[in-house]
């Protein structure tokens, strides 16, 4: 979602703030701006749609400077995007604010504001919090105080930078429901969504918790709690450098990060395994007595996540003899589920502040299901922090919306619960040394798999002037088949479905036709059979066949049916290894069509708000 960035220093901030929004990118925006405080202790602000570039030329053109300043990516929720709804906001050029989330209570503060004579120049529910905290500043309040009444009177998930006219050097920062960190220079200090945009200028961060409110000056830290009271948080050294989230050699970070995965299932699997074994110490330190009373796992994701949990699900019940359910956080949330009683809760999201994600790990407990594991790619993330286990996936950065190396880390992550879960309910080791062997084989059967990189986009081809695709799998391929969708219609905007291949004759095969390409994923199992007669039913009518084979699955290429041969794999790391070659395929075809590969129109890759 929005991405925020705050300095104060000794020294012009400018290109600190806008460096910092590229490297913030990745959220997903529809416009960005500037404000600084500049040596007279006027504002100062640039505001533009489109892209992080346009703002940079805009500041070549008009050269704002200042020590103290604000930057904002927006991705809109109240109003359309129009320069005009871009932040950072302005009230009475007196004191200006950046905002991520939304404010659920921004009508009634709005005609509040009316009556008072505030004049509104947006359509976003932002602009009542930047007139609110002027009002505060007019009845004398300093800015730290002005904030605190603001939030006060908000309703709704907020992560802000404020900055006033009247006190030059002073940057407050607030958060409730969306993530913010502080970075920590020398005589400077910043505010970011996230570690990323402010790594070219420190690697040491503050991560705030919730309710935290941080009177920040180039000579002075102080952060205030929910309570009120001064605290103190925990300093991290970030492990990232500033070159982690370039994009090297590649034309766009989905490929760089696609071909990073045997890299990042390496990392994922690296000091979690000693021997033949997994060692239950990798979730942490209470994992062993929470684990032993485990009967059953709920599983709570969004988007990608919510697909690798589809496919944990299948490995958890037919490998560990657990019982799983998985169900969409947004979903979930508002629903009346029935409590399984000592249900581990498994939450998985690349950024660990997905707000829907949060919102149902905190209803699950609630409602009393069980502890809770994170399965997660940040550190610092607030899904972490409430967690009582948790396995970071180490995908590291990850800047394309569509999401590849966190999706197979996830599943990594799973499969080694999987077996510490099936050891405590009689899996036998000779199991589980079977899949450890398979899970080190993985990045090199990855590598394997990404050799099909050059024939796919051959067969990328195909599809570029297509508007429609299904995707057909089975068992615990079919969630593969619908993270194969899902990638296409993200990144290159073709209407794309998966469905169980034997849900054919139930209603998708009327859609069969030579404009409708059918994309099929077929591991050599028990069900390769099945799904061959399957294929059959569609190539009868006229449709065209796409298969991503076993090299040992002995289909014949024909008119209508291309193949390619994927190695022989065991099932039980199957799913990880076909989805490589469905990920290539929706790259290239992006490509193809020209689309924004790595900020497709419309989606953010946080999504910190419902």
């Not at 202790?41 to 505001?47: D, E, F, P, S, T």
């Not at 002073?170 to 502080?182: D, E, M, Q, W």
């Not at 040491?204 to 102080?222: A, C, N, P, W």
Request: aromatic fraction near 6%.
């Amino acid at each position: 979602m929005c991405g925020i960035v705050g300095a104060v220093a000794e020294r012009d901030v400018t290109q600190i703030l806008i460096e910092g929004l590229r490297r913030l990118e990745y959220r997903g925006y529809d416009s960005a701006g500037i404000a600084v405080l500049d040596q007279n202790n006027c504002l100062q602000r640039i505001r533009t749609l489109g892209k992080v570039q346009q703002l940079a030329d805009e500041q070549d053109k008009h050269q704002i400077h200042g020590t103290l300043g604000i930057a904002h990516t927006r991705w809109a929720t109240h109003g359309e995007p129009a320069t005009k709804n871009a932040h950072p906001h302005i009230c009475r050029d007196r004191v200006s604010l950046v905002h991520n989330g939304i404010i659920e209570n921004y009508e009634a503060l709005r005609e509040q504001q009316i009556e008072k004579g505030f004049e509104f120049t947006s359509d976003t529910d932002t602009e009542v919090i930047v007139h609110q905290a002027t009002y505060y500043v007019e009845q004398g309040m300093d800015l730290l105080a002005a904030v605190k009444a603001t939030t006060n009177d908000l309703q709704g998930a907020y992560a802000l930078g404020v900055i006033c006219t009247d006190e030059p050097g002073r940057l407050v920062a607030a958060r409730s429901g969306s993530p913010l960190v502080i970075g920590i220079g020398i005589g400077e200090y910043f505010i970011a969504s996230d570690v990323a945009a402010l790594l070219p200028v420190t690697q040491r961060f503050l991560i705030l918790e919730e309710g935290d409110m941080v009177d920040i000056r180039t000579d002075s830290l102080k952060i205030y709690g929910a309570s009120g009271n001064e605290v103190e948080r925990k300093e991290h050294l970030s492990e990232l450098s500033a070159n982690a989230v370039e994009r090297g050699i590649y034309r766009h970070y989905m490929l760089k990060e696609i071909y990073e995965q045997p890299q990042a299932i390496s990392n994922a699997l690296e000091g979690r395994v000693s021997g033949n074994r997994v060692l239950e110490e990798s979730f942490g330190p209470d994992a062993n007595e929470i684990f032993s009373k485990v009967e059953g796992v709920q599983i709570i994701a969004c988007g990608t996540s919510y697909h690798a949990g589809l496919i944990g699900s299948y490995w958890l019940e037919a490998m560990a003899g657990i019982p799983c359910s998985v169900e969409v956080a947004s979903e979930f949330r508002y629903r009346k589920p029935v409590v399984r009683k000592n249900s581990l809760i498994v939450t998985l999201s690349q950024s660990g502040e997905t707000a829907d994600t949060l919102a149902g790990l905190h209803e699950a407990r609630r409602l009393g299901f069980g502890k809770s594991l994170a399965i997660c790619n940040v550190p610092e993330s607030s899904l972490v922090r409430e967690s009582d286990l948790v396995i970071m996936t180490r995908a590291g950065p990850e800047i394309g919306v569509a999401s590849t190396k966190a999706f197979t880390t996830q599943l990594v992550c799973l499969m080694l619960l999987v077996l510490v879960l099936g050891r405590h309910n009689n899996m036998d080791e000779e199991t589980e040394a079977r899949i450890i062997a398979e899970l080190k084989s993985l990045p090199r059967k990855i590598e394997s798999a990404l050799k099909l990189d050059d024939a796919i986009k051959l067969l990328a081809e195909d599809f570029a002037d297509k508007h429609h695709a299904l995707f057909l799998g089975r068992g615990a391929q079919y969630p593969v088949a619908m993270e194969g969708a899902l990638k296409l219609k993200e990144i290159s905007y073709i209407h794309a479905e998966a469905y169980p291949a034997g849900e054919l004759k139930h209603g998708p095969l009327a859609l069969v036709d030579e404009d409708m390409p059918i994309i099929s994923v077929a591991p050599n199992n028990e069900l390769l059979e099945k799904l061959k007669s399957n294929l059959e039913e569609v190539r009868a009518r006229g449709g065209r066949l796409y298969v991503f084979e076993d090299e040992n699955a002995n289909m014949e290429a024909r008119p209508g049916l291309k193949i390619l041969a994927v190695e022989t794999v065991d099932d039980s790391i199957a799913p990880i290894i076909y989805t490589i070659p469905l990920q290539l395929l929706s790259y290239h075809v992006a490509v193809l069509r020209g689309t924004d590969v790595d900020q497709p129109r419309n989606l953010a890759k946080s999504v910190t708000v419902e």
